[in-house]
């Protein structure tokens, strides 16, 4: 067989040559319009799903969030494998579908899905779908550092979320900024039992109060000549002073009645309430030069 191949080739010169030049312009072409990564991404075609449930120990969020989210993506088409995992206060749900899937495709049939069963999940539960990016899509780290040494970590971290973030996000190809490290803002109220007692205050009553007193409302438009003007209540807590102006509860006349604070209690009584900006509990941190950092 290779002998009279070898003969064909000698006697017909001219096709082998052009043979050839079209395997090699067809080996040029290949080689510029083929894509070329220092890094492929090899990784399988998934979709994440995080479940906040705050406050809630892993067997729970197991049986209430992780279970059912699972049991319900086994019927998503073309998933091949879905893993749960079961965290304090946080679900999620790997699901891994064949090779060639379309993520975006992908995407939208777990969303599809998972209408199906957000009544099911118990309330307070929030679920989200995570980026449509892998791991190897991390390709930057950056650390904020405040030289002056006037800012706080909560402080490096409220710019981080309100202003960077936002920033980097707008740039093409970036699917998202994750935040790692520093204390996310949050006014801290601490109470004395006792004393709410003798009060005759419950602690749901201190939380609904605050919780109430803590957003803008809309009204309706007063005519007022030849304009409109928009009637609004602004409510949204910005300071400490606000908090301690929040109205517990109603009198029978209607007079607000409102908490007793450290100014209006005696100092040997101390106060029943004191308020304080603090960051959120977390539950690790991140280093730079042996220090805490964002």
Same mark, same amino acid.
């Given at each position: 067989?290779?002998?009279?191949?070898?003969?064909?080739?000698?006697?017909?010169?001219?096709?082998?040559?052009?043979?050839?030049?079209?395997?090699?312009?067809?080996?040029?072409?290949?080689?510029?319009?083929?894509?070329?990564?220092?890094?492929?991404?090899?990784?399988?075609?998934?979709?994440?799903?995080?479940?906040?449930?705050?406050?809630?120990?892993?067997?729970?969020?197991?049986?209430?969030?992780?279970?059912?989210?699972?049991?319900?993506?086994?019927?998503?088409?073309?998933?091949?494998?879905?893993?749960?995992?079961?965290?304090?206060?946080?679900?999620?749900?790997?699901?891994?579908?064949?090779?060639?899937?379309?993520?975006?495709?992908?995407?939208?049939?777990?969303?599809?899905?998972?209408?199906?069963?957000?009544?099911?999940?118990?309330?307070?539960?929030? @679920?989200?779908? #995570? $980026?449509?990016? +892998?791991?190897?899509? %991390?390709?930057?780290?950056?650390? /904020?550092?405040?030289?002056? *040494?006037?800012?706080?970590?909560?402080?490096?971290?409220?710019?981080?979320?309100?202003?960077?973030?936002?920033?980097?996000?707008?740039?093409?190809?970036?699917?998202?900024?994750?935040?790692?490290?520093?204390?996310?803002?949050?006014?801290?109220?601490?109470?004395?039992?006792?004393?709410?007692?003798?009060?005759?205050?419950?602690?749901?009553?201190?939380?609904?109060?605050?919780?109430?007193?803590?957003?803008?409302?809309?009204?309706?438009?007063?005519?007022?000549?030849?304009?409109?003007?928009?009637?609004?209540?602004?409510?949204?807590?910005?300071?400490?002073?606000?908090?301690?102006?929040?109205? @517990?509860?109603? #009198? $029978?006349?209607? +007079?607000?009645?409102? %908490?007793?604070?450290?100014?209006? /209690?005696?100092?040997?009584? *101390?106060?029943?309430?004191?308020?304080?900006?603090?960051?959120?509990?977390?539950?690790?941190?991140?280093?730079?030069?042996?220090?805490?950092?964002?």
């Amino acid at each position: 067989m290779l002998k009279r191949l070898i003969e064909w080739s000698v006697q017909n010169k001219f096709l082998v040559l052009l043979a050839a030049l079209f395997a090699g312009a067809g080996g040029l072409l290949a080689m510029a319009r083929t894509p070329l990564e220092a890094i492929p991404d090899l990784s399988d075609v998934q979709v994440i799903i995080q479940t906040d449930y705050a406050g809630q120990a892993p067997q729970l969020v197991e049986d209430q969030v992780t279970y059912p989210i699972a049991s319900e993506m086994l019927k998503v088409p073309g998933a091949q494998t879905v893993r749960g995992y079961s965290f304090f206060g946080v679900s999620f749900v790997y699901i891994i579908f064949e090779d060639g899937t379309d993520l975006y495709w992908a995407r939208s049939r777990v969303l599809e899905y998972l209408s199906g069963i957000r009544g099911r999940l118990p309330q307070g539960a929030n @679920l989200v779908l #995570g $980026p449509d990016a +892998t791991g190897l899509g %991390w390709v930057f780290q950056y650390v /904020l550092e405040d030289t002056s *040494g006037t800012q706080s970590l909560a402080d490096l971290r409220s710019i981080q979320d309100w202003f960077l973030r936002y920033q980097l996000t707008s740039v093409p190809g970036v699917s998202e900024v994750a935040s790692v490290g520093g204390f996310e803002r949050a006014y801290e109220v601490t109470l004395d039992p006792d004393r709410l007692r003798g009060y005759g205050v419950s602690v749901h009553q201190v939380m609904e109060a605050i919780r109430a007193s803590n957003q803008d409302v809309g009204a309706m438009v007063m005519e007022m000549g030849d304009r409109e003007y928009m009637v609004r209540g602004l409510g949204y807590i910005q300071s400490l002073a606000d908090i301690e102006s929040v109205v @517990l509860e109603a #009198g $029978p006349t209607g +007079t607000p009645v409102m %908490w007793p604070t450290s100014n209006s /209690l005696p100092r040997s009584g *101390g106060a029943w309430l004191t308020w304080t900006v603090a960051g959120t509990w977390s539950a690790g941190s991140s280093s730079c030069d042996s220090g805490k950092t964002l």
